[in-house]
């Protein structure tokens, strides 16, 4: 075990160095955290920028505003996060939680016990446990580690994770061996984001350019191909 958590405190190591601090979450209040936590799903950051853009611009990111507003209304102004009926609806479902079980106050929220909270997320509508983690972890400030598909595509290419691996069985793999800091999960799943993004692609990944290349196990001609182009 000892073992494990110091490879994985390597592998954090390399990745701070390459890419620096990640500075997650990008947002100015721990709703909007949440907010963009729901319209990011299958969707590229991008798109959700214009759409909390298009939420701040017309007062709706408080939790009682959003609360209030028409649906039909939340959908014109999420339009870029595709999908925008479903994740209007899902924002609605939320924000109905917020509102009547803690009354908008989400420091009430993220004071109760994170399990019991992670539970009552996940009945939430629309709230998966990826969705749920980003919220437990970038909004509340609460020790759990959020791990995703690029986690499971990169650990699974460094020979740690088979390919089909459950997102429990990943996220216990990293809570039972890194200590519970909020500021290394925070930074920790932001980095492998990082290099899910911008490196570690689907196809054609740029190995050439990957600080953890000598650790990783992917099939030595398409590293090679990466590697030297
Ligand atoms: S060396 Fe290539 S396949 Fe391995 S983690 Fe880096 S980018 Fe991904």
């Known amino acids: 075990m000892a073992d494990t ?3 994985l ?5 390399r990745l ?12 100015e209040t721990a709703f909007e955290v949440m907010v963009g936590a729901v319209l990011t799903q299958n969707v590229a950051w991008r798109n959700v920028e214009r759409a909390i853009a298009s939420l701040k611009g017309t007062g709706l990111m408080d939790p009682m505003s959003l609360y209030q507003a028409d649906q039909v209304h939340i959908e014109r102004l999420i339009v870029p996060t595709r999908y925008y009926k479903t994740k209007a609806r899902k924002l609605k479902a939320l924000v109905t939680l917020v509102v009547e079980r803690y009354g908008g106050d989400l420091n009430r929220m993220f004071s109760r016990p994170l399990g019991e909270l992670r539970q009552e997320l996940l009945g939430v509508y629309g709230i998966g446990p990826e969705t749920a983690d980003a919220i437990l972890l970038y909004a509340g400030n609460l020790p759990i580690f959020v791990v995703d598909a690029y986690t499971r595509r990169i650990f699974h290419r460094l020979g740690v994770f088979p390919p089909d691996i459950s997102y429990g069985a990943m996220q216990e793999y990293f809570q039972v061996h890194l200590p519970r800091d909020v500021a290394l999960y925070n930074e920790y799943h932001a980095l492998i984001d990082g290099l899910g993004h911008r490196l570690c692609l689907a196809t054609r990944p740029r190995c050439g350019e990957c600080p953890l290349v000598d650790e990783c196990r992917y099939p030595g001609e398409e590293a090679v191909v990466n590697g030297s182009g």
């Open 16 to 27: 701070y160095d390459a890419f620096g601090p990640r500075r997650w979450w990008p947002a």
């Open 9 to 13: 405190m390597a592998i954090y190591q």
């Open 5 to 7: 958590a110091k490879y």
